[in-house]
T-cell receptor, first 112, second 116 residues
Framework: SAVISQKPSRDICQRGTSLTIQCQVD?????MFWYRQQPGQSLTLIAT?????????ESGFVIDKFPISRPNLTFSTLTVSNMSPEDSSIYLC?????????FGPGTRLTVL | AQKVTQAQTEISVVEKEDVTLDCVYE???????LFWYKQPPSGELVFLIR??????QNEISGRYSWNFQKSTSSFNFTITASQVVDSAVYFC?????????????FGTGTLLAVQP
């Protein structure tokens, strides 16, 4: 399986600001995913990021709020824009490796 | 529509007890994947098992075992002789097979607390 790292591991931010989360994989992968896990909840897919194309967003998530970059086959970023307290969540990236998704350690975001 | 239901919100057991976590799924696809993930208090999501829809053979890995029954759309997970380190939230998930995105649909999770 792939080894996935995320930065930052946690952050506390003020409302109205933006935070960019980085996801790095130790192998080249075609598909990367970004999930949100609100406190005490399950995981919800935000978008699928493929290298060389625009990210595909799920219903309820828009590019202006969650812009995603995928510059190469080992890296992706997710930006949480114009944050509000409702954005306080764990954000996880994952990669598809032989039809199984493996997850990064997550980024715990608190918005005050 | 695809859906995963984990009816057990929280389970508390005493160490060395056996515990079964239930998972029921809905899908119109004839082929699909089922997964179990473990999320300990640290927050990372750890992959435990993947099962293909056309393989109903049960699987055992140490103290863990999985019972897949297509007739009842269930994929239950049993921990034998539970240990405190098993305390975590466990998620069951479903994805399409061979599709373009392999999107994962998660259940709501079951919080397992193993008391010493």
């Amino acid at each position: 399986s792939a080894v996935i790292s995320q930065k930052p591991s946690r952050d506390i931010c003020q409302r109205g600001t933006s935070l960019t989360i980085q996801c790095q994989v130790d192998s080249q992968v075609t598909m990367m995913f970004w999930y949100r896990q609100q406190p005490g909840q399950s995981l919800t897919l935000i978008a699928t990021a493929n290298q060389g194309s625009e990210a595909t967003y799920e219903s309820g998530f828009v590019i202006d709020k969650f812009p995603i970059s995928r510059p190469n086959l080992t890296f992706s970023t997710l930006t949480v824009s114009n944050m509000s307290p409702e954005d306080s969540s764990i954000y996880l990236c994952s990669v598809d490796w032989s039809s199984t998704q493996y997850f990064g350690p997550g980024t715990r975001l608190t918005v005050l | 529509a695809q859906k995963v239901t984990q009816a057990q919100t929280e389970i508390s057991v005493v160490e060395k007890e056996d515990v079964t976590l239930d998972c029921v799924y809905e899908t119109r696809d004839t082929t699909y994947y089922l997964f179990w993930y473990k999320q300990p208090p640290s927050g990372e999501l750890v992959f435990l098992i993947r099962r293909n829809s056309f393989d109903e053979q049960n699987e055992i890995s140490g103290r863990y075992s999985w019972n897949f029954q297509k007739s009842t759309s269930s994929f239950n997970f049993t921990i034998t002789a539970s240990q405190v380190v098993d305390s975590a939230v466990y998620f069951c998930a479903l994805s399409n097979y061979g599709g373009a995105t392999n999107k994962l649909i998660f259940g709501t999770g079951t919080l397992l607390a193993v008391q010493p």
